[in-house]
């Protein structure tokens, strides 16, 4: 299959692009570069550096490509940054997500599919219910939250109205892994290999479900061929806690300092895990590699 990864040179859409290559499909690569590096792409895959808030360049590059897959991972992703510049995340994710999504209709072909990357980390807020499932009611706390859940309106109200394209969602837990450069599990061990204590910001008790970067590729690779018309969380189910994550990294690197303590940061969710069953019934996808492993495996190959 011909595939466009948006996002390709960052974190996770880097690793989904590799699956893709090695699996034999022919990629071409989107991306602005702002968060990505281009040393992240396969050297098997056409890239195109470009922001997807220019409808004029996707054009152009739609028309040049004519993918059957759209994988959409571009995003601006930090949620104290979309709190202070809530416009630049909402044309980002949204009208961006929109302006592909038109450039995918127009010149897309064959049984044309979108995958989206979207965030059941932040979309349901803290939920009454953990694990939170599809059903959850979502509850944005953050204009990055708010814009995922709106670009994944625009998507399926796109696909009622055009017919012609197929989509599935996938809403990520805490994705961590080779690559990362932001979030709590990169931050903590580039702090710790200083011999600096991480902040943790409030009580240490907040709550995140943690989803190893390999397994969500895995999740990405099956969504290619099933799950059409599917919104569905890609999550472990459980709950690890920003004391876990501390002592998890410090125990793996010989750390026996105290982590440093700061007030909670306005627009963070307290506590989430979201259930994977619906994933599992849809994609026969699971999560299989546990925190405790997916840290390893992530200090090995990353320094200093």
Request: a positive charge; hydrophobic letters at 40%; glycine letters at 6%.
């Given at each position: 299959m011909k595939i466009i990864v948006t996002g390709g040179a960052g974190f996770i859409g880097s690793h989904i692009v590799d699956a893709y290559v090695r699996a034999g499909h022919r990629v071409a690569v989107l991306d602005n570069l702002s968060t990505g590096s281009k040393k992240n792409v396969n050297r098997r895959a056409a890239f195109y550096r470009a922001d997807i808030r220019n409808p004029k360049l996707l054009d152009r590059i739609f028309k040049q490509e004519r993918p059957e897959i759209l994988n959409h991972h571009a995003a601006l992703?930090?949620?104290?940054?979309?709190?202070?510049?809530?416009?630049?995340?909402?044309?980002?994710?949204?009208?961006?997500?929109?302006?592909?999504?038109?450039?995918?209709?127009?010149?897309?072909?064959?049984?044309?599919?979108?995958?989206?990357?979207s965030s059941g980390g932040s979309i349901y807020g803290n939920p009454m219910r953990i694990p939170a499932d599809e059903h959850t009611p979502p509850n944005p706390l953050s204009p990055y939250a708010l814009s995922k859940l709106l670009a994944e309106q625009v998507i399926a109200s796109l696909e009622a109205d055009r017919k012609s394209v197929r989509y599935t969602i996938l809403r990520y837990a805490n994705v961590f892994g080779p690559r990362q450069k932001t979030g709590v599990a990169p931050i903590f061990a580039r702090l710790i290999r200083r011999n600096t204590p991480p902040t943790i910001f409030g009580s240490g008790k907040k709550t995140r479900d943690y989803v190893y970067v390999g397994d969500v590729v895995e999740a990405n690779v099956k969504a290619l061929t099933r799950g059409n018309g599917a919104t569905l969380n890609i999550g472990s189910g459980r709950?690890?806690?920003?004391?876990?994550?501390?002592?998890?990294?410090?125990?793996?690197?010989?750390?026996?300092?105290?982590?440093?303590?700061?007030?909670?940061?306005?627009?963070?969710?307290?506590?989430i895990a979201l259930s994977p069953r619906r994933a599992q019934r849809t994609l026969g996808w699971r999560a299989k590699i546990s925190f405790r492993e997916g840290i390893k495996r992530t200090l090995e190959t990353t320094s200093a």
């Open positions: 992703i930090n949620v104290v940054e979309s709190l202070r510049e809530p416009v630049k995340t909402l044309e980002t994710n949204v009208m961006g997500t929109t302006y592909l999504f038109e450039a995918f209709v127009k010149h897309g072909r064959g049984k044309k599919k979108v995958i989206f990357a709950q690890t806690s920003d004391h876990e994550v501390f002592r998890a990294i410090a125990a793996e690197l010989g750390f026996s300092k105290n982590a440093r303590y700061a007030p909670a940061r306005a627009g963070e969710v307290q506590r």
